[in-house]
């Protein structure tokens, strides 16, 4: 069992900064790769990033590439996503995901055994 919990969600303007945390509980948090995902009002839960259990390999949606990064502190069991010049288009909640335990990677919900509960991130422009 993995329980996730995001903070670092906030109201902020077009070009700012934000880092969104995402701490986990659970012995198998080091052996799933983690992943994050946004949902704006309307719309699916779409795939932003996700990072290897080995911490040698990360994957970005083509629109946050260059713009946000994904990192992981097993000792700590945290995700972090460093979210850099923001843009209302990032409007949404965005919420933390364990994939499969062994499993290399993730790219969808389907990969997801465990989610956190969200958390709000508003871009003002």
């Known amino acids: 069992q993995v329980q996730l919990a995001e903070s670092g969600g906030g109201l902020v303007q077009a070009g700012d900064s934000l880092r969104l945390s995402c701490a986990a509980s659970g012995r198998t948090f080091s052996r799933r790769a983690m992943g994050w995902f946004r949902q704006a009002p309307g719309k699916e839960r779409d795939f932003v990033a996700a990072?290897?259990?080995?911490?040698?390999?990360?994957v970005y949606e083509d629109s946050v590439k260059g713009r946000f990064t994904l990192s992981r502190d097993n000792a700590k069991n945290t995700v972090y996503l460093q979210m850099n010049s923001l843009k209302s288009e990032d409007t949404a909640v965005y919420y933390c995901?364990?994939?499969?335990?062994?499993?290399?990677?993730?790219?969808?919900?389907?990969?997801?055994?465990?989610w956190g509960q969200g958390t709000q991130v508003t871009v003002s422009s």
């Open positions: 995901a364990a994939g499969k335990i062994f499993r290399t990677g993730l790219s969808g919900p389907d990969d997801c055994d465990y």
């Open positions: 990072i290897s259990w080995t911490r040698d390999r990360t």
